[in-house]
């Protein structure tokens, strides 16, 4: 438990961990969100292309 | 060694190739930061000036040091396509800027957190190098909106590297800051050789670590801009409607 209060300054130093991996999963997850998108995307003007055919 | 860079410039061979490369990449990084961030959390010994707030350097200086790293891929990327008109390189370009600005907000927000038991202040107005990260992180802004305000792709691509390129003068700026001036912020520590090795391993494989981890993301994000920008290309179609007989 000591070594989890970081001599005093745990809510800084947690915080700082803290924000840095929330950071990274939000820039995974929106390059996914956005990957999936564009795969909805270009498949249906693809499709809406073959249709006018 | 060239006619795989050449390959690989091709936009299906990219899309094909990526994905391995993202795995390991994340892979790797996520590795070598549960090491980096274990080892700097609870083995690398308490600094006896700062005590145990010194810790935050292990995500604080892996972020701006991907915040500078990622404009210079996007300035650069721009630069080279503006001068020969590669279209991956717009894409990495393009892709670069969202992930910047991200490791710039965590470098701004960590050291203001740090800065509050140091320096008894988050944020000091006029400090030379965290008012040229700031600016940076609105260079990003303005690169990300000018990119989404003009719908002409290539149009885009070029006035947004326009501004990526004059924007890069801040980045020597930024780095030599607390050189050049008198600033809150503490001297040039990893490049200097200030550190004890026990400290600074842990920080050297965090930075490899993020920076491995950044390099997934951003070949991530390449991958959806090639998708997009090829979205007429023949092998677009055959790979999303194999039966519409796109081959």
């Known amino acids: 438990m000591e070594s989890l209060a970081m001599g005093g300054y745990g809510a800084y130093v947690w915080s ?38 | 060694m060239w006619k795989f860079f050449h390959k690989l410039a091709s936009p299906p061979h990219f899309y094909r190739m990526a994905p391995g490369f993202i795995l390991g ?44 790293m990622a404009y210079s891929i996007m300035a650069i990327s721009a630069g080279i396509g503006l001068i020969w008109r590669m279209k991956l390189a717009h894409s990495v370009a393009a892709a670069a800027a969202p992930l910047g600005a991200w490791f710039t907000f965590v470098a701004l927000a960590t050291g203001s957190i740090w800065g509050r038991p ?38 885009a691509d070029k006035s947004s590297a326009v501004l990526a390129l004059v924007g890069a003068v ?21 490049a200097a050789g200030k550190m004890a090795p026990d400290m600074l391993t842990p920080l050297l494989i965090n930075i490899l670590g993020f920076t491995f981890l950044f390099g997934a993301l951003l070949l991530y994000r390449v991958r959806t801009e090639v998708l997009l ?10 790979m999303l409607l194999p039966e519409a007989g796109g081959a």
């Open chain 2, 25 to 68: 990449f994340g892979i790797v990084g996520c590795a070598l930061i549960l090491w980096g961030t274990y080892a700097g959390l609870f083995l690398a010994p308490t600094d006896y000036q700062q005590k145990d707030a010194f810790r935050i350097i292990y995500v604080h200086v892996p972020a701006a040091y991907l915040s500078m």
């Open chain 2, 118 to 155: 140091m320096w008894g202040t988050w944020w000091e107005w006029g400090d030379p190098r965290l008012t040229s990260e700031l600016l940076m992180l609105f260079i990003y802004f303005g690169y990300i909106a000018l990119r989404s305000a003009i719908d002409d792709v290539s149009k």
């Open chain 2, 170 to 190: 801040n980045i020597p700026i930024i780095h030599y800051s607390v050189t050049w001036w008198t600033s809150l912020h503490q001297g040039q520590t990893v």
């Open chain 1, 16 to 53: 700082s961990f803290g924000l840095m991996f929330i950071v990274v999963i939000i820039s995974a997850v929106q390059a996914r969100n956005r990957h999936h998108r564009a795969l909805l995307d270009v498949t249906r003007r693809i499709k809406a292309m073959e249709a006018k055919k």
């Open chain 2, 229 to 238: 920008r090829e979205s007429r290309a023949r092998w677009v179609k055959s």
